[in-house]
């Protein structure tokens, strides 16, 4: 699970694969969401329900394109190889 969230970390932060990687992220958080029900703290305000609308946000957003290595990704051999990394 610990390595699962640095690679999903770090894919965030450099902005490579955004589309799988917020799909993975949103599936994570959800899992941890029905891990811990009923909910210990507030239930409207969930924090990784939080996290998912901010993934999707960001996402939606464009925010990967602004700080991210997103130029450079697009142009590799990999991500024209395997279009699911876009």
Same mark, same amino acid.
């Given at each position: =699970? =610990?390595?699962?969230? +640095?690679? /999903? $970390?770090?894919?965030?932060?450099? $902005? ?11 599936? /994570? =958080?959800?899992?941890?969401? +029905?891990?811990? !029900? ?6 409207? !305000? ?16 464009? $925010?990967?394109?602004? +700080? ?9 051999? !990999? =991500? ?7």
């Amino acid at each position: =699970m =610990m390595a699962g969230l +640095l690679c /999903l $970390g770090i894919t965030l932060i450099l $902005g490579i694969a955004e589309k799988l990687t917020t799909l993975f992220a949103v599936i /994570l =958080m959800i899992f941890f969401t +029905l891990s811990i !029900l009923p909910p210990s703290d507030n239930p409207l !305000l969930e924090y990784h329900l939080v996290y998912i609308l901010a993934l999707a946000a960001v996402y939606l957003g464009g $925010g990967y394109s602004c +700080l991210g290595l997103e130029d450079r990704w697009k142009g590799s051999g !990999l =991500m024209k190889r395997f279009l699911i990394l876009e």
